[in-house]
Every structure is written in structure tokens, then in C-alpha cells.
């Protein structure tokens, strides 16, 4: 986090008085998390006057890169992305370059070249997520228990930490294994969908699901209860996000886990891109602080939960 970042050669200055533009190419509407991070880049622009020109990708990175394009073309002061996957943007971010408009990473980061092609991200650790399951996990589970894993979408910064750091905790407990891990596409009609199938393949082998992400555990729960058993009590389930949702179930029981993944970027993005776009220095990586939830706390919480 000590890295900061590489600001454009000849950036580019406001004028006075002039309305901020900026474009956010958001991945999708994929989950309830999705929604409450959309909503907080939109109303923060709106509380803020800011002209925010918005794309929702529907999960497609060219749909994403298109975007990033027209907001090129469009003559924003800045583009903020939040990447359906890691690989593939060292093209277009060099055109941003050249066309002097900083690019703002927030909730997944990205593989590429040269990393002062993006001014800075922002969002949240997601090994560290993986890691804090693993953990509460090997407590309650006492170590062992055959697990099924839901994944999130392929190619995503969140799916690829979340899976290695679950399965780096893991190698500590040789009695917890994974048999089986598929993605549901961080959807909850995906997480129901993989699970039914898991229940098919291996019945009551199943001791724990673990979910990349509350939308598919939830899904997961569903598929649990329609073939006659009780997600939290008869199956564990752990999952990410923190979304109000997933936080009364594990209050309720239904969920036994949730490690949080904040998605209210909205003032932290501004904040941010107005410091970059004044010539400011920022750092390279700016996480937000993530909280786990289980049946200690989960109640105590909920009332006070934003999304």
C-alpha cells in the first residue's frame, strides 16, 4: 500500500466552475452487492453535481471496453472501472492515456503490463476475505468436513482470491477438502443451479458450502431446503459479501457466516478522482475495512446495516 500512483505526464486542468464529468463502467446487476455499489456511485454523483455517465457491461468485458471508449470519445475528466475480469485491458487503458484521462480501478483489480496505464484502485482485499472464511470455517467446523464450492465469475479478481486464499487456509486442516467447486457466476439463480447439482452428485457427503459471494449462498440455501434439509443447521454455510440480506440470515440461523465486502465506493471514488484530477498524489491501492458476521454478532448489526 506504500506504492503511489503514477500520475499523467500533462494532466488535464478544469476550469473553473465546470461541471465534473466522469464515466463509471460497472460490470452488471448481477447481485444485491452489485446494486448497492451502482446506487452509491449514483446518488454520491448526484448529491455531488457531478455529471456521471453510467454503463451497466451485463457481465461482458467488451461491453466494458466499449463503454471506456465512448467515454473517451465524450471528453470525460476521468473513467472509473470496476473490471468483469483481470486480463485484457492494456488496450484500451492506453488510449485513455493518450487522450490525458486518468482511469480509476474500484472493486476488482487487473493484470497488465505497465500498472501506470491506471492511476489507482479501490476496494477491498479479497485474499483476505478468502483467508477470515477459512478461518472462522476450521473453528466451527473443528477442522474437518467434505466442502462444495460455489465460485464466482472465471477470470475475476474476486473468484481468483477468494478461491486461493480459501484454499491456502485450507491446507492447515488436511480433514477439510473441497470435492467439488463450480461457478454460479456470483448469481443467486447460478448458485441454486450448481448446488442442485452438487446435492445430485454427492447427497449427504456435503458438510459445508462455501460461496464466493452471498447472492449464490442464498441460492444455495433455496436448492438445500427444497431437497429437505436445513442450510446453517444439516450443511454450514459460509459466504462474502455482507449484503443485508445475508446478514439476517445468519442472524436467523440460515447462513452460519458472512465476511463483509463493502460496496459503498461512492465518496471514496470522488474524493479520489478530485485529487487526481488537481494534481495530487494518491495511493496506488486503497482497501476498505472488512468485518465477518456470525451468530456473535450478526443481530447486534443488522439494524444498522446500509445495504
Known amino acids: 500500500m506504500a506504492a503511489v500512483a503514477v500520475l499523467l505526464a500533462a494532466p488535464v486542468v478544469r476550469a473553473a466552475g465546470k461541471t465534473l464529468k466522469i464515466g463509471f463502467a460497472q460490470t452488471g446487476a448481477e447481485s444485491a452487492w452489485r446494486t448497492a455499489n451502482s446506487e452509491s456511485m449514483k446518488s454520491e454523483a448526484a448529491k455531488r453535481g457531478i455529471d456521471l455517465k453510467f454503463s451497466d457491461g451485463q457481465g461482458k468485458q467488451e461491453n466494458q471496453i466499449r463503454a471506456v471508449r465512448s467515454f473517451i470519445t465524450q471528453g470525460v475528466d476521468a473513467i472509473v472501472i470496476a473490471p468483469i475480469v483481470e486480463t485484457g485491458w492494456d488496450p484500451v487503458l492506453r488510449e485513455a492515456r493518450r487522450a490525458k484521462i486518468p482511469v480509476i480501478l474500484t472493486d476488482r483489480t487487473i493484470q497488465t503490463s505497465d500498472d501506470s496505464l491506471y492511476a489507482c484502485f479501490i476496494g477491498s482485499d479479497f485474499y483476505e476475505e478468502g483467508r477470515m472464511a477459512a478461518d472462522w470455517l476450521a473453528k466451527r467446523a473443528g477442522g474437518k468436513g467434505s466442502i462444495v464450492e460455489l465460485q464466482g465469475t472465471p477470470g475475476s479478481a474476486p473468484a481468483n482470491e477468494r478461491r486461493k486464499a480459501f484454499a491456502d487456509g485450507l ?98 471514488v470522488f474524493d479520489t478522482a478530485k485529487k487526481i484530477l488537481a494534481g495530487e498524489k494518491v495511493p496506488k491501492k486503497m482497501y476498505n475495512k472488512d468485518e465477518l458476521f456470525d451468530d456473535t454478532n450478526a443481530a447486534k448489526v443488522l439494524p444498522t446495516r446500509q445495504y
Do not use: W
Open 171 to 268: 491446507a492447515k486442516y488436511p480433514g477439510l477438502k473441497i470435492i467439488d467447486s463450480q461457478s454460479g457466476n456470483f448469481e443467486r439463480s447460478g448458485g441454486k443451479q450448481v448446488m442442485e447439482a452438487f446435492l445430485k452428485k454427492h447427497g449427504k457427503a456435503i458438510a459445508i458450502v462455501y460461496a464466493h459471494n452471498d447472492d449464490m449462498a442464498l441460492g444455495a440455501a433455496q436448492a438445500i431446503e427444497e431437497a429437505g434439509l436445513k442450510p446453517g443447521k444439516d450443511i454450514i454455510m459460509v459466504s462474502i459479501d455482507a449484503i443485508k440480506e445475508a446478514v439476517a440470515a445468519v442472524a436467523a440461523g440460515r447462513l452460519n457466516c458472512t465476511v463483509e465486502c463493502n460496496p459503498l465506493f461512492g465518496p471514496k
